[in-house]
């Protein structure tokens, strides 16, 4: 009966978000004119939500990887998500005039760039995911048993102390990011049809980058030892300690998973926005924490579909609204999804730990 009960709510909820939806729709309608249900306007919105959902999904996923052990909110995440972009800055703009003699990462041959690309990937995630562990051991650990107040202070004292570290290392200003992937559409260059629908290489590159990141993460958790281990952690710490797991080396290893997809989100969003700046980081992780509750924190697909929710959402209000109005809509689907199912979509309602 309580399976039943859940699965009602599931679908209730589910259409409670396409009522959503179709009134912004029904809004863009009277601020437009019928021309925005045009399929093509439609089908646009639609690929460029999922392609600013998948970046968004990889900072969501560290946020509810961390909070499903350990229950603490991350603020520094989106900040470790900044650093990223501007450790790949540094690596896109040193490394071809360093290593292959060229002014730009765009003067290489196609083999050397991809080969430049997937080595700053590969750097980048490493690069955050021992940040990220790092955070976890000098701030956070010692405060595992402390009220939950201190650790929530501490990771916003963290965060303001990455936002100064980007500042230090590339100023104030926001940089351009190199431009690395051409802008061939796939609808009129490659398949020759003809339309209004932009659908480019760059986002391509953006899905294909995510989804296997995505799809390793989820073998990684339900396929190995450890990640059997973070599930056994997640269900009850105590017990898991009991049975022998290593707390510690498998919190540890929670962090490294979300740092390393921040990393990752990091290089994937300079070169699909093509600008890096020190408080991107903030609005990157804010939008990343609302998919995350969006889509019920602690759950791994659930941050997934928050965060293609967010994606759609968010370009529907920037071609049917002014761009100023994205993020209050975004919230007011988020309070309003709450509302109904204060789980979030694919949560689920857990007893209170000790």
Aim: hydrophobic residues 55%.
């Amino acid at each position: 009966m309580e399976s039943v009960r859940d699965a009602l709510g599931r679908l209730g909820t589910f259409l409670f978000l396409l009522a959503i939806l179709v009134f912004i729709l029904i809004l863009g309608v009277l601020q437009n004119g019928p021309s925005v249900l045009n399929p093509a306007t439609l089908l646009q919105i639609f690929l460029i939500g999922i392609s600013n959902g998948a970046i968004i999904a990889l900072i969501a996923l560290g946020y509810t990887l961390v909070y499903g052990i350990i229950e603490l909110i991350n603020f520094a995440h989106g900040d470790v998500f900044m650093l990223g972009t501007m450790l790949s800055l540094t690596l896109i703009t040193w490394a071809p005039k360093a290593i292959f003699g060229v002014a730009q990462a765009r003067a290489l041959p196609t083999v050397p760039l991809a080969a430049l690309l997937v080595v700053t990937l590969v750097l980048a995630m490493v690069f955050c995911a021992t940040l990220n562990a790092t955070i976890e051991r000098l701030a956070y650990r010692r405060l595992r048993h402390a009220p939950r107040l201190a650790p929530l202070i501490s990771a916003i004292g963290v965060s303001f102390m990455l936002v100064n570290v980007g500042l230090a290392w590339k100023g104030a200003s926001p940089l351009n990011f190199p431009n690395l992937i051409p802008p061939t559409d796939i609808f009129r260059d490659v398949l020759g049809i003809q339309t209004n629908v932009f659908f480019t290489i760059k986002d391509i590159a953006v899905i294909a980058i995510t989804i296997p990141l995505m799809l390793a993460l989820h073998l990684f958790v339900t396929r190995t030892k450890l990640g059997k281990a973070m599930r056994a952690t997640a269900q009850d710490r105590d017990a898991a300690a009991m049975m022998g797991i290593d707390i510690n080396l498998t919190i540890s290893l929670t962090f490294l998973l979300g740092g390393s997809l921040a990393g990752a989100a990091g290089l994937i969003s300079g070169l699909y926005n093509n600008t890096a700046w020190y408080f991107q980081g903030f609005r990157g992780g804010l939008l990343a924490f609302t998919a995350a509750v969006l889509g019920g924190i602690g759950n791994i697909y659930g941050a997934v579909l928050g965060a293609i929710v967010i994606g759609i959402v968010s370009a529907a209000s920037d071609f049917m609204f002014d761009p100023r109005w994205t993020q209050a809509i975004v919230f007011a689907t988020l309070v309003l999804i709450l509302v109904f199912r204060p789980t979030g979509l694919l949560g689920e309602e857990t007893p209170e730990r000790a």
